[in-house]
């Protein structure tokens, strides 16, 4: 499977007959096939039989930075969350002048580059696995640099207790 530059994969045939023998026959339908005459034949058969086609990769000729802004606008996420003022509901999770320093140092990076909503978004996520009892990792990477990700529930390491750089997340 490769990616454009939107990030939007596309499958080959051999990522597709790779599904197949990997027990994913059931998700062939839902990814996006790069032309072929082998995947036209497939369609032709489909149609003769009334199944569904595979559906074809179309690249789109939008700057990355719509396409994003579009993506993120079209999130679903109940109303009371895109409403939610992140900045208070992260100072309510603050214990000292050190944390809140740190929380509006992150936020105004976050602010800055347009991630707000983000945020929001992750708010929602991590509020929606608590509730429904779904198990994610106590994190990974350099997402463990950041304060902001900590308060929301993203990951369980203190950076500050740490003394993780933030500029490390974001690079």
């Known amino acids: 499977m490769d990616t454009d530059k939107l990030g939007i994969p596309r499958f080959t045939e051999a990522d597709l007959v790779n599904m197949i023998y990997s027990g994913h026959v059931d998700k062939c339908t839902q990814v996006l096939c790069e032309d072929s005459s082998e995947i036209q034949k497939f369609n032709q058969a489909a149609d003769r039989f009334g199944n569904p086609h595979l559906d074809l990769y179309q690249p789109l000729d ?32 603050c214990n000292t002048q050190e944390e809140i320093a740190r929380l509006n140092y992150e936020l105004e990076e ?21 509730e429904h009892e779904i198990v994610w990792g106590v994190g990974r990477g350099s997402s463990v640099a950041s304060f902001v990700l900590y308060l ?13 750089d933030f500029r490390e997340f974001m690079r």
């Open 110 to 130: 976050f602010q800055a580059r347009n991630m707000v909503d983000i945020l929001r978004y992750m708010i929602y996520l991590v509020d929606f696995m608590r």
């Open 152 to 164: 929301i529930g993203i990951h369980r390491i203190h950076s500050i207790q740490y003394e993780l």
């Open 62 to 93: 939008v700057p990355v930075e719509d396409f994003d802004a579009t993506l993120q606008s079209e999130w679903f996420m109940p109303e009371e969350y895109q409403e939610i003022n992140v900045y208070e509901h992260l100072v309510a999770k």
